[in-house]
């Protein structure tokens, strides 16, 4: 039944980033959204710790003391910013890496369908900035990075979903154009 469960929830929970992917106009991004929590690592430890309101990653954390599937995930999917971190060969550490502002945008994405997800009916458009305040001070992330999700979490709560995805749309497209 957990196997079910666990499916039920990743399937829905990666259709909602798919949608706000869209509002975001990065909806081909959008498309390829962890597909590696398909993966026999990943999907078979999420069915087995599988608790339906929060992750199965933290309970094969806190029974290991690190979570396999986790370490496959991000290292995998470039809208956590986990995965980006590099060696800095001049002072010999790895270190936090700034994002590209394509996957800052999907990271926002997958945040606000995690709270929606996990929260269900009591979700309030504050609940993903809460989320991301209550660990900002031990987060190994580049501090623009931090930034730019912390503003656009900051924009929801404040302004709503409709303003914020407008916004984020309109950067999406700023970022678009200054690269090429």
Not at 40 to 64: L, M
Not at 90 to 116: G, N, Q
């Amino acid at each position: 039944m957990k196997i079910l469960k666990h499916f039920n929830t990743i399937t829905k929970h990666r259709h909602k980033v798919i949608a706000h992917c869209m509002r975001a106009g990065i909806g081909f991004q959008g498309l390829f959204h962890d597909l590696s929590k398909y993966s026999p690592v990943e999907f078979f430890t999420g069915a087995k710790y599988y608790q339906g309101n929060k992750s199965p990653n933290e309970e094969e954390r806190a029974i290991f003391g690190y979570s396999k599937a986790w370490m496959h995930h991000k290292g995998r999917n470039r809208h956590h910013f986990e995965y980006w971190t590099d060696y800095n060969p001049e002072r010999r550490v790895v270190e936090p890496v700034k994002m590209p502002y394509k996957y800052v945008a999907e990271m926002f994405c997958d945040r606000v369908a995690a709270s929606k997800i996990y929260n269900g009916k009591s979700y309030k458009d504050s609940d993903p900035l809460n989320y991301f305040l209550k660990a900002k001070a031990t987060r190994f992330i580049h501090p623009d990075t931090s930034d730019e999700l912390e503003e656009l979490l900051r924009m929801l709560a404040e302004k709503g979903e409709a303003e914020t995805f407008a916004y984020l749309k309109n950067k999406v497209k700023e970022y678009r154009r200054n690269k090429r």
